[in-house]
């Protein structure tokens, strides 16, 4: 996202330079700049309320075909409310009506072949869109922000759906992808959270990282049989690259197939109906942002297959309780557990400590967290500089029960959670029992 603050500034110096330097002609209350036999809609603040675009206009006495849209042509006019773009027009350029905040209805010609970096960026009254047939590519960030719009039609000859094109867009319930698109961009639909389901053509080659990431609503993935590049496999609820068995885009109701080697960037970022998920022993990694602000997921295993655990893979899952490190992971990436302020437990079976940096468990009171790990392996933990900082046990020094067998012993006196606070029942996981012997206990709850 800051590569793509920082293009907008340039953008944007650009476009200042470029509309100053163009003189622009007023005719009927529209800006004209003038090339050859052609006229463009030039820059101006005035426009408000319908605009109608006419396919021709006279200036000198000399008639010009209205081809274009230009750059930053309506940028900023809040009063307008509809434009109507003539069949005459072929493009709509950069920034055309970037935060016409006041736009509610827009009607595209037949001869529009493209829609422009950030053309509606920030139109957030726009409710609906019909982009015709004749578009071939949609922008990067052309529709970003536009809050309120709940439907998109997107013409049957586009085939390149831009980065971002359509992220924020936090009203959009649904949206067909045609079936002559090839390539869907990084973020694409990013942050549509009323989106519930998602259908990949199988023209599609080309899909980019978290191209439905925080799409909250979403309940239904399917990429349609004869894709040869991404698979929805055994009705899973995700989008497989099927070359690499990486899983690149999944929602609540996904089911991981044990054929998915991987968990790809980002792929259930954002997920907060997300509350459980079995990862199956296929898979020997999990991409950096797999599992970001899942904030309903409370507790995850990792099975031993795995080797890596990406950057910030289960950051800002708020929810997280308890998580399961077997033996086989090498590598956990910086961040990886970043802002889990509700974890109490973890389970590392891993002989040598494995490298943490210090900000994997950033915003997490580790010295309250338990920590369990090989029996051989205390001291290389305690000697490690994050990992010391937990509350260390070994799995011997916790005694495993039944709930029910546990609160109907007679010698219970009091019951306790890890941090110290007194439970009226004992709680699923680690309990420090006080005895009626004066003895205490820690016990697993199972």
């Known amino acids: 996202m800051k590569q793509k603050a920082l293009l907008l500034l340039l953008f944007c110096l650009f476009a200042n330079i470029k509309i100053s330097a163009v003189s622009v002609v007023i005719i009927d209350g529209i800006g004209y700049i003038f090339s050859g036999d052609e006229a463009s809609v030039g820059h101006l603040k005035t426009y408000s309320g319908s605009v109608v675009i006419p396919e021709y206009v006279t200036y000198n006495d000399k008639r010009y075909h209205v081809t274009g849209i230009g750059d930053s042509a309506f940028f900023g006019c809040s009063g307008l409310t509809s434009v109507t773009i003539p069949n005459s027009v072929t493009s709509i350029d950069l920034w055309a009506f970037r935060e016409c905040s006041g736009l509610t209805s827009v009607t595209i010609g037949n001869g529009v072949t493209s829609i422009g970096y950030a053309a509606f960026y920030g139109c ?6 019909i982009i015709p047939n004749s ?15 709940t439907s998109v039609t997107i013409g049957n000859h586009v085939t390149s759906i831009g980065d971002e094109a359509f992220a924020g867009c936090s009203s959009l319930t649904s949206v067909t992808i045609p079936s002559g698109v090839t390539s869907i961009g990084y973020e694409a639909f990013a942050g549509c959270s009323s989106l519930t389901s998602v259908t990949i053509p199988s023209s599609v080659t080309s899909i980019g990282y978290g191209a439905f990431a925080g799409c909250i609503g979403l309940t239904s993935v399917i990429v349609e049989e004869g894709n040869t590049h991404y698979d929805s496999r055994n009705d899973c609820n995700a989008i497989i690259e099927t070359e690499t068995n990486t899983l690149i885009s999944g929602c609540q109701n996904t089911i991981i197939s044990n054929s998915v080697t991987s968990i790809g960037y980002g792929a259930f970022w954002g997920c907060i109906g997300l509350t459980s998920i079995t990862i199956p022993e296929s898979v ?8 970001s602000s899942c904030s309903g997921l409370t507790s995850v295993t990792i099975p031993e297959s795995v080797t890596s655990i990406g950057r910030y893979a289960f950051s800002y899952c708020s929810s997280l309780t308890s998580v399961t490190i077997p033996n086989s992971v090498t590598n956990i990436g910086e961040c990886a557990f970043y802002e889990c302020r509700s974890l109490k437990e973890i389970y590392c079976y891993v002989e040598e400590a494995p490298e943490v940096s210090s900000g994997c468990f950033y915003h997490v009171d580790i010295s309250k967290v338990l920590l369990v790990v090989p029996d051989d392996a205390v001291e290389k933990y305690k000697a490690h500089p994050v990992w010391g900082q937990f509350w260390i046990e070994t799995p011997t020094g916790i005694n495993e029960v039944e709930s029910s067998k546990l609160e109907v012993e007679s010698s219970v006196i009091d019951c306790y959670d890890i941090q110290g606070h007194k439970l009226s029942a004992p709680q699923h996981g680690i309990n420090i029992i006080r005895m009626s012997d004066g003895t205490t206990r820690k016990v697993m709850v199972k």
């Open 124 to 129: 957030n009254a726009l409710n609906s869109i």
């Open 135 to 149: 578009v071939t590519s949609i922008g990067i960030t052309a529709f970003v922000y536009c809050s309120g719009l």
């Open 284 to 291: 020997t990694s999990i991409g950096d942002y797999a599992f």
